[in-house]
């Protein structure tokens, strides 16, 4: 059986044997090596973001969706005149002040 102290020393062996072939490899492939193991991990930190903020953005987003929804119909249920689909209020009728 496989417990928490073999999986540790298993990690801590990963983690020596990538160090030592990080040394023993040139600048540019350890540039690229480390490159490459940067953009690993910060796909893995943004995958454990969205999958831990998943349940707040959904509900902003229903939230965002529900007041949008609720302006058009306040448009809608407004009467102003319209030109194809430009709205001229009342206002915009009034001659303007001068500066």
Request: aromatic content about 8%; proline content about 3%.
């Amino acid at each position: 059986m496989v417990d928490f102290e073999r999986i540790l020393a298993g990690v801590v062996v990963g983690i020596c044997v990538l160090l030592l072939v990080r040394l023993s490899i040139g600048a540019r492939r350890r540039q690229r090596l480390d490159r490459v193991l940067w953009d690993r991990w910060q796909a893995l930190r943004r995958a454990a973001w969205s999958v831990w903020h998943w349940r707040a953005s959904r509900r902003a987003a229903t939230q965002a969706a529900d007041e949008a929804r609720r302006a058009i119909e306040r448009a809608r249920q407004r009467k102003v005149d319209r030109q194809g689909n430009v709205y001229t209020p009342e206002a915009f009728k009034e001659p303007r002040k001068p500066h």
